[in-house]
């Protein structure tokens, strides 16, 4: 694999910045088992600020794990433009990008996408159907606060650096998040989903169908 690529976009309100994203990304790998990164045959992760040519060549690369700290709405991520100014993009640049319908470069070689922004839902979607196999995201009608972002990815990271399998990973850091001391923090796990095989999978254990997956 290719490793990890971060990238943070202009995150007003988003999950965490790309920095402090990396250095969780680091303590994680440090961690696992057997010394993380290389245990996972991964190579180093790159971190920059994700603008839609990063979010471009970080798929052609086909890097094994995608993420993306910004901020989000309804129906756009605010991505970074190259002034530094917000970059709002939609739902048709973005299957462009991936491929949807036949355009665009393609996204089959990435194989974990997280949407670490607010209302990702419909982004994370897009990137399934291009062929992304687990993407994990925050529900469309929610906005998500960061301590809660960050609790939940460090142990999502911790335990996938520990060979648990997406599913596994994805259980153990909603499970953390629920368990926190701060009640209101702890109410955030509800917020976050997992797109596998085709299937939207609530943290709540509700599960949607979204597309049949090829046979």
């Keep these: 694999g290719n490793g990890f ?3 943070g976009g202009s995150e007003r309100g988003g999950g965490g910045g790309g920095r402090s994203i990396r250095q969780l990304l680091h303590r994680a790998s440090s961690s696992g088992s057997a010394g993380g990164v290389a245990a996972a045959g991964l190579r180093p992760l790159t971190a920059e600020f994700m603008t839609v040519e990063v979010l471009r060549a970080a798929v052609t690369r086909g890097a094994e ?4 700290c910004c901020h989000g709405a309804m129906d756009w991520l605010a991505l970074e433009a190259a002034a530094g100014d917000t970059h709002a993009v939609g ?3 973005l299957r462009q990008l991936v491929g949807v319908g036949g355009s665009g470069i393609g996204a089959a070689r990435v194989s974990l996408l997280v949407l670490a922004a607010c209302r990702s839902f419909w982004a994370a979607r897009v990137f399934h159907e291009a062929g992304v196999p687990y993407v994990v995201c925050v529900n469309t ?3 998500v606060l960061d301590v809660a972002c960050h609790t939940f990815l460090r142990h999502f ?3 996938l650096y520990n060979r648990h ?3 596994e990973a994805f259980d153990v850091g909603r499970r953390a998040l629920s368990q926190s001391h701060d009640a209101t923090t702890s109410r955030e796990w509800e917020k976050f989903m997992l797109l596998a095989g085709g299937v939207a999978y609530g943290a709540d254990g509700s599960a ?8």
């Design 165 to 167: 399998t997406v599913p």
């Design 157 to 159: 990271y911790l335990a």
């Design 5 to 7: 690529s971060v990238g």
């Design 208 to 215: 949607v169908v979204l597309f049949d997956p090829p046979t």
């Design 65 to 68: 794990v995608l993420h993306v």
């Design 141 to 143: 009608a929610a906005e």
């Design 91 to 93: 739902v048709g640049v």
